[in-house]
């Protein structure tokens, strides 16, 4: 079988990199698979993805730049990239943000599933998040309700062309219930998000030497907040901690270009605040294993979280706001964190603070969400996708007939 994905991958920048990475190492040692093409976003400054040599038991993986994030054209440049590598099937790892940050370029991008299907090429989208459970004002999307409303509706428009692709799979099962209930659709199905780690060794537990690291992880600006880390700080330090060191790691996200320069000269007052820039695949380990506790500075979420998944993977205690997707995630993977109200500075110290007081309890919450994040490697939810693979190339005679 010969898999094309539309994504973003490393060292792209975009948002789903890091588990398009992971979902392709795993699809390769599949039997099944014959070849893995990527259609990826194009590089800034005329930069070039690294063709992978080939290794023996992995199917070969071509990476070809076929969109370009805020174009209006994706659409007709990906499905012309699909008709001249002709896969048996084409995979869409999105969320609604994927193609753009204007709205025109975002919907524009979405409808290549459906136009995909049009070709007569089996189309199968996995979708990180929905419109009816992101908070638009929070998350940086909407400025004010009018805006909002307005969004709404377009979301609920694109939704419905999204489901136009032959299968839609989402991360987490309230959102299959959501849009069985408001659209009636038959073809929409659970897709666990899964381990990125198969078989990890147990993490080590005890500390670097050094100070203490508060690290938050992601693509920041929109949802995803610094200022709050950093008021919640100044008052541990005011409270007496004063051996930490606040690391930022990653990246401005699409939708808020230079937001980190501004968290930059917001907190020249302290010198023990590290920008790391974007960090690629092979440093995210270092990054994780180096923290004390990981911080979710998050106003509102729009999916399921790799990073907290990323968290458990390294068996790290987690800080995070008790809302919507994380709620999810908590309740039905079995991870554990302090919690903080989004709106308190106070309420991030004092859970910080609770880890930070009590090594034995920032042992509990890593061991526990290590544990979770074992609970389904990648590899197994990849089986499967390939069931569902092999019925919608079925339903696509040609395709079927070629195999």
Request: proline share 6%; charged share 20%; aromatic share 10%.
């Amino acid at each position: 079988m010969h898999i094309a994905i539309v994504t973003t991958y490393p060292p792209g920048k975009g948002t789903l990199n890091e588990y398009a990475y992971h979902f392709v190492r795993a699809l390769r040692t599949k039997e099944e698979i014959t070849r893995v093409t990527l259609l990826v976003d194009d590089l800034p400054d005329g930069a070039a993805y690294p063709q992978p040599e080939a290794t023996a038991g992995l199917a070969p993986l071509d990476i070809m730049p076929s969109w370009r994030f805020d174009s209006a054209t994706n659409a007709w440049r990906i499905l012309r990239a699909v008709r001249s590598v002709d896969p048996d099937i084409v995979l869409y790892n999105l969320q609604f943000a994927s193609f753009g940050g204007t709205k025109a370029a975002a919907s524009l991008g979405l409808t290549t599933p459906w136009l995909t299907r049009l070709a007569d090429y089996p189309s199968m989208v996995l979708l990180h998040n929905i419109m009816e459970t992101v908070d638009l004002q929070n998350a940086g999307y909407a400025a004010n309700r009018a805006m909002e409303s307005a969004m709404r509706l377009a979301g609920t428009t694109v939704t419905r062309v999204l489901l136009n692709a032959d299968l839609v799979a989402l991360t987490i099962p309230k959102y299959v219930e959501i849009l069985h209930a408001k659209y009636n659709t038959k073809n929409v199905l659970l897709a666990p998000h899964g381990s990125f780690e198969d078989n990890a060794p147990m993490p080590n537990f005890e500390l670097p030497p050094g100070p203490r690291q508060v690290m938050t992880f992601g693509k920041f600006g929109t949802y995803k907040r610094v200022e709050m880390m950093l008021d919640a700080l100044r008052l541990l330090e005011s409270d007496g901690y004063d051996d930490l060191e606040m690391v930022v790691a990653g990246s401005d996200s699409p939708n808020a270009r230079g937001y980190l320069d501004q968290m930059k000269q917001a907190c020249a007052d302290l010198p023990n605040v590290h920008f790391t820039g974007y960090v690629s695949e092979e440093d995210v380990p270092r990054i994780f294993q180096a923290a004390t506790v990981v911080i979710f500075p998050y106003t509102s979420t729009t999916g399921s979280s790799g990073v907290l998944h990323q968290a458990g993977s390294y068996g790290r205690a987690v800080v995070l706001p008790k809302i919507g997707d994380f709620a999810e995630v908590i309740t039905e993977e079995g991870y554990d964190g302090e919690f903080f109200n989004p709106a308190d500075a106070r309420t991030l110290a004092d859970a910080i603070a609770r880890i930070l007081d009590s090594d034995e309890r920032r042992k509990e919450l890593g061991l526990r969400n290590f544990m979770a994040s074992q609970g389904l490697p990648i590899a197994d939810v990849l089986d499967w996708y390939l069931l569902h693979f092999e019925e919608i190339i079925a339903r696509h005679p040609k395709r079927a007939a070629r195999r």
